[in-house]
């Protein structure tokens, strides 16, 4: 069986803000769109100008949506009482520049939606991020590292803008 190693870029933002606040300005940078319906829609299209439409209206502001979250801290807790800090993953992304990187690199499409991890720790909120562009640059593949640095740049922008004061 191939293996191929992976080096990993972690971007980790530390907030004196709360943890409520700092998830809410992440969700409100992102689309919330019903994904079964999505789906639904995208399946049925009959062309991929029509997909394009299509997910082009339940992205957010910053170009992305949330394709789902995980409760981390919430499962934690049950075994650890309520006292656990609180941790949230949400996995972020754009099927459209899934594709796009796709297209270059077919293995990018297992790294996307990413995964952006808003956590307690010591008195502050974490908000942490695995940069597109290592994944990839094992690959190299100009193109595909071309478009996993703008997918970067427009998660590392959505992460500052939750953190900043």
């Known amino acids: 069986m191939p293996t191929t190693q ?3 870029e972690r971007v980790s933002l530390i907030s004196d803000k709360s943890f409520e606040s700092v998830l809410a300005a992440i969700r409100g ?24 439409s299509v997910v082009t ?13 995980f409760n981390a ?18 996995l972020i992304g754009n099927p459209l520049i899934m594709k796009q990187m796709a297209e270059f690199v077919p293995d990018a499409a297992g ?3 990413v995964t952006v991890l808003v ?8 908000v942490s991020y695995d940069r597109m562009a290592s994944f990839l640059s094992v690959y190299a593949n100009t193109g595909a590292t071309k478009i996993a640095e703008a997918l970067d740049d427009k998660i590392e922008t959505l992460m500052r803008n939750a953190v900043k004061e």
């Open 6 to 8: 992976v080096t990993v």
């Open 29 to 52: 940078g992102i689309g919330h769109p019903d994904m079964n319906k999505l789906w639904e829609q995208i399946w049925g299209a009959g062309t991929f100008q029509e997909v394009e």
């Open 57 to 69: 209206a339940v992205l957010g502001p910053t170009g992305l949506m949330q394709f789902g979250e």
């Open 73 to 90: 801290g919430g499962f934690i807790r049950k075994g650890s009482g309520d006292g656990t800090p609180q941790s949230m993953r949400l």
């Open 111 to 113: 790294y996307a939606p």
């Open 119 to 126: 956590d307690e720790r010591e008195g502050k909120v974490h």
